[in-house]
């Protein structure tokens, strides 16, 4: 039983990750930019960016990781290395955050542009796509016509994308996270004033998953997923000569490659 063969951006950039992380720790973070449309906000058409963690691809598992922490298959029994995985990226948010509000302005996906760099590989990825949110079950800022099939890894033999379970993996991603930032979920809402009623020493600072199941079942209650599903992506390469660049758009399903002048 085999999987689809992921584009070679894909490839590209799990590269650019992986060998960037051994010299930056930072290179696992990149610049995502929103436009808020909510009309009660006086910023209403203004861009919106910010600094967020790549979380990996849908279903992309990580040597260490337990497969009990997820009821997706991981893939082990396709051929190739990659799983049972797909295109769409993901990283986090509180539900309760500005950006979520935006992404779930948004019913058909809000349109989202990534700018990542690399420095000590001199690569540049910017990414375009539309991104939804995975929030908890039951909340109010769920998106509405979330598009599960579509965005989850393509069928593969037994493997079906629409029985791909979104709750488990967004489950799965906060199992990773570290115990600090678990704990960030359980803060009073992000961008409340301080006014003397909150204060910030009373904010947990750790969550221990397997110890702590009330305070890791009221962090789930505000974290969410931003799930991206890209359609064109575009990458530089500036510590060669001469410079190279490579754009891929998606279209119908297919990923077409252009080689163009940097």
Known sequence: MSTPTPCRWRKLLNEAVNENMKQNKDS?????????????????????????????????????????????????????????TGDAMLTTTDVRAPKSQQITAHKDGCPVEIAWWFEPTGEQFRIQGRAYIV??????????????????????????????????????????????????????????????????????????????????????????????EPYEVDMCKLKVEPNERYVWKKSHGEWKETAVVP
Do not use: M
């Not at 808020?36 to 058409?45: H, K, M, N, V, W």
């Not at 109010?140 to 493997?159: I, V, Y």
């Not at 009073?188 to 702590?212: N, R, S």
């Open 28 to 84: 696992i973070s990149y610049c995502f930019s929103t436009v808020d449309t909510l009309e009660s906000s006086f910023s209403a058409g203004r861009p919106r960016s910010r600094f967020v963690v790549h979380r990996g691809f849908v279903n992309e598992r990580r040597p260490k990781e337990e497969r009990s922490w997820s009821k997706n298959s991981a893939g082990d029994e396709l051929e190739g290395d990659e799983g049972w």
């Open 135 to 228: 929030s908890p079950p039951g909340h109010a800022n769920a998106h509405k016509g979330f598009p599960a099939a579509q965005l989850a890894p393509s069928s593969a033999g037994s493997l079906k994308a629409e029985n791909f379970d979104w709750e488990s993996e967004r489950q799965r991603i906060y199992r990773k996270l570290s115990p600090p930032l678990k704990a960030s979920f359980i803060r009073p809402t992000p961008g409340t004033p301080l006014d003397g009623k909150i204060d910030p020493k009373d904010f947990p600072t750790t969550v221990d998953y397997d110890e702590e199941p009330e305070l890791v079942k009221k962090a789930l209650e505000t974290f969410a997923l931003i799930v991206i």
